[in-house]
Nanobody, 123 residues
Framework: EVQLVESGGGVVQAGGSLRLSCAAS????????IGWFRQAPGKAREGVSC????????DYPPSVEGRFTLSSDTAENTVYLRMENPKPEDTARYFC????????????????WGKGTLVTVSS
């Protein structure tokens, strides 16, 4: 059974830092992309990062590039999203999701999702 479990959310001050974790199980970790997405109240879900586990390629949208950094621990089947200098507009529920690596870096839909972790950035 595929499972993705996010943790690490909470309240962080603007300009601080926070690290989210995504613990994965039930699939061959190295053959997949892990993406992070977020959804704020009343807004559409948006992608904030994607990691190719096998080769370490990452992809970030302009809104977070330079502030968010992905890393992984393949021994623990865990992906981390470090948020540096978060802004109040980064407040959202953050989800990780997986899709088998297909060359599209999370742009063609994800297969399984976690339940999310809430991040609140205070000003």
């Amino acid at each position: 059974e595929v499972q993705l479990v996010e943790s690490g959310g909470g309240v962080v001050q603007a300009g601080g830092s926070l690290r989210l974790s995504c613990a994965a199980s039930g699939f061959t970790f190295e053959d997949y992309y892990i993406g992070w997405f977020r959804q704020a109240p009343g807004k559409a879900r948006e992608g904030v990062s994607c990691l190719s586990i096998r080769d370490g390629t990452t992809d970030y949208p302009p809104s977070v590039e330079g502030r968010f950094t992905l890393s992984s621990d393949t021994a623990e089947n865990t992906v981390y999203l470090r948020m540096e200098n978060p802004k109040p507009e980064d407040t959202a529920r953050y989800f990780c999701a997986e899709v088998e690596a297909d060359g599209n870096m999370c742009r063609q839909g994800m297969d399984y999702w976690g339940k999310g972790t809430l991040v609140t950035v205070s000003s």
